[in-house]
């Protein structure tokens, strides 16, 4: 699916379009600064008695995307995942050193 990546200056957003999922159905793992995010479903259809097939269309999804995120801007520890309404968003906090500072004023003396 397609994604897109928001920075700000508190961090990250990987948002993905994902409708019909629901939050079991992901997998999001992180090693080594690879962000892995996947997902594997398939949806089945029970027949009810005196029924057969005239065709059957297998529904099947499973994706997989892959992001580096380098170790000296991001908090790895505290990465956090939600869904909601068919929008997978992972929010990747930036660590303090590497947040931008307020632009400030310096007098001359």
């Not at 057969?52 to 520890?77: N, W």
């Amino acid at each position: 699916p397609s994604v897109n990546i928001v920075e700000n200056n508190e961090g990250f957003a990987v948002e993905m379009a994902a409708p019909g999922m629901d939050k079991g159905d992901f997998n999001i793992q992180l090693n080594n600064e690879v962000l892995t995010i996947s997902s594997q479903k398939e949806w089945k259809q029970e027949m009810k008695d005196n029924e057969r097939y005239t065709r059957h269309e297998f529904s099947y999804q499973a994706f997989e995307r892959s992001f580096h995120l380098p170790k000296t801007v991001v908090d790895e520890s505290k990465i956090k995942a939600e869904y909601n309404n068919g929008i997978l968003r992972v929010l990747i906090p930036k660590k303090e050193e590497a947040k931008a500072l307020p632009p400030r004023t310096i007098v001359v003396q």
